[in-house]
């Protein structure tokens, strides 16, 4: 997507070979034409993207709300008490209030009706101001109202109170991300966390097939494995708000299902391939986050989840047959795109904790994707193994099955 403040994207179109978008630039007003082989939709949450395709969305849409931002000295209404975001009554029920920084800056957000025939139009300064004095409860409150938007005269900014997911992610060439395809209340604080997610997915997926490294059919694992992450999410978001809206506040269920889902989920697609009955650990499964462990490198303290990308990691553990070990260069997906590091040689495991970690034993092995996770493992590996990985490396990246086997 090109960078909103210098050019707009116009109409879009694709047939079987690419994409093309039509961009202005707004200083000059000069309209061009890209040509691409994807697009990625980051358009947000109105998406244009999203509904000139017609992909519906499917979720409960809550609160129209404004946005204001303003500089007051709230201690005495404080009394003390660290605030970051506060859940209020007035001006109406609904009604939030965030610190934007460690001093006077405060933004108050308002739920407004416009089936009632309110909108932004109707926050004025003045109304502002009232709003901010009626949710702290200080009538007289020395209050300075800011642009919403710095660099703006505009008083308010306005925003949806929703928690909806896109029934598809993609549609051709076209693949979208962030809240162009979802959009979760902002309890947790996890709406750019998903969308951040969602693009850490789908580039180095982008990457390989542009670079020939993968088939076509690796984008359609994209869907597959963020939707229901966003479901999750959503429901949790939606969780959260209620349980602090209400008097009890968050409780620790919700918390430690908050960090579950945002490092804890297991993608179920074609791009990992799950274990067997074979009686591996829980911890490293594929789909999950490899796990992080204290490892050293070249002499030097590093986390294992530094070891992972641009291209697939092969860990090895201590006790691996070393006459089995596989070549890069025989790789199916051609030179670099496998990185092989066995445990106890290239990388220490000063804990002795890394066959654990990765549910595997001493003399087993884990096959980690760029972007950090666990695509396959075995519990012993030798040379049978290593011609199980090059059928799971073709089939993750959709190319055909190798005729050649990795072993050497
Ligand atoms: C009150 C509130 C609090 C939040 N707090 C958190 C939080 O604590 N943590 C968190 O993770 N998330 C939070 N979020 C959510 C977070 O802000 C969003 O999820 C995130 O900004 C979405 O990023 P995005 O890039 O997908 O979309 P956006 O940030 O909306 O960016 C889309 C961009 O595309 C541009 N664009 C659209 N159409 C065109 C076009 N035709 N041509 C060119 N450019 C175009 C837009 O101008 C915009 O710049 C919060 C949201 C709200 C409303």
Redesign the pocket.
């Known amino acids: ?4 403040r210098r ?4 109409e879009v179109t694709q047939d079987a070979d690419g994409v093309t978008a039509s961009v202005t630039d707004r200083a000059s007003g000069r309209r061009y034409t890209v040509r691409a082989r994807y697009l990625i939709a ?8 999203r509904l000139a395709l017609g992909i519906r969305t499917r979720g409960r849409r809550l609160a129209h ?1 404004v ?1 204001i931002a303003f500089e007051a000295n709230l201690g005495a209404a404080l009394r003390g008490r660290p605030v970051g975001l506060a859940y209020l009554a007035r001006p109406v029920p609904g009604t ?1 209030l ?1 610190r934007l920084d460690g001093a006077d800056r405060w933004v108050l ?1 308002v739920p407004y009706d416009p089936e009632r025939g309110e909108g932004p139009a109707d926050f004025t300064p003045e109304r502002c101001a009232a709003d901010i004095r009626a949710a702290v409860g200080v009538p007289d409150l020395a209050v300075r109202v800011l642009p919403a938007v710095p660099g703006t005269g505009r008083a308010v900014h306005t ?1 949806e109170l929703a928690s909806w997911v896109a029934e598809e992610y993609r549609r051709g060439r076209i693949l979208l ?4 395809v979802h ?1 979760m209340l ?1 309890s947790g ?7 951040i997610q969602d693009v850490h997915n789908l580039a180095w997926k982008l990457a390989a097939v542009l670079q020939g490294r993968a088939g076509a059919g690796l984008l359609d694992t994209y869907e597959p494995e963020r939707r229901p992450v966003a479901e999750l999410t959503c429901a949790l978001s939606t969780r959260l708000q209620e349980e602090r809206a209400g008097a009890g506040g968050e409780d620790a269920a919700a918390r430690v299902g908050r960090l579950a889902l945002g490092l804890g989920y297991r993608y179920d697609s074609e791009a990992v391939v799950a274990d067997g009955e074979d009686g591996l650990g829980e911890s490293g499964r594929p789909g999950t986050r490899a796990p992080h462990l204290d490892l050293v490198r070249d002499g030097r303290a590093c986390s294992s989840i530094d070891l992972y990308g641009p291209g697939f990691t092969l860990l090895l553990g201590p006790a691996a047959a070393a006459d089995a070990l596989p070549a890069p260069d025989r790789c199916v997906a051609g030179d670099g795109c496998l990185e092989v590091l066995r445990i106890g040689r290239e990388v220490a495991d000063p804990s002795g904790r890394w066959a654990a970690a990765h549910g595997v034993g001493s003399s087993g092995a884990v096959l980690v994707r760029p972007d950090g996770f666990v695509v396959w493992r075995t519990p012993v590996w030798h040379p049978g193994t290593a011609r199980e990985l090059s059928g799971a490396l073709a089939r993750v990246l959709a190319l055909p099955r190798p005729s050649v086997a990795a072993g050497r």
């Open positions: 997507m090109a960078r909103s050019a707009k994207l116009g980051a358009d947000g949450h109105r998406s244009p993207l709300v946005n939030l965030a957000m925003w991300a962030g809240d162009a959009v902002p604080g996890l709406g750019a966390n998903t969308g």
